[in-house]
Nanobody
């Protein structure tokens, strides 16, 4: 079992920045592929960014490329999402998720463990 707890959400103006954190407890964090997802009202949960357990390779949704950066600190069992140049369309509940596998999943169904989510609201 892996427990995930997100923090760092809040209200920010357009053009602002936030850094989300996700602290993991349980099995070896470094062996998990990790992802940040978001879900806006009436929309499906979508992958924002993912980071593989080995080599730390990453992938991003087109809508956040060059604005968001995913990273991990295995020594601290923590996943981060640095968000810059935020726009109202980024408003959503953001979730971190973990997958124990060889391939980095790109859909929500591929992840085994989820945090409770943190709200990000970007005002215009």
């Amino acid at each position: 079992q892996v427990q995930l707890v997100e923090s760092g959400g809040g209200l920010v103006q357009t053009g602002g920045s936030l850094r989300l954190s996700c602290v993991a407890s349980g099995r070896t964090f470094s062996r998990y592929n990790m992802g940040w997802f978001r879900q806006a009202p009436g929309k499906e949960r979508e992958l924002v960014a993912g980071i593989k357990w080995s080599l730390g390779s990453t992938r991003y949704a087109d809508s956040v490329k060059d604005r968001f950066t995913i990273s991990r600190d295995n020594a601290k069992n923590t996943l981060y999402l640095q968000m810059t140049s935020l726009i109202p369309e980024d408003t959503a509940v953001y979730y971190c998720a973990a997958n124990f596998g060889l391939v980095l999943p790109t859909t929500a169904s591929g992840y085994d463990y989820w945090g409770q989510g943190t709200q990000v609201t970007v005002s215009s």
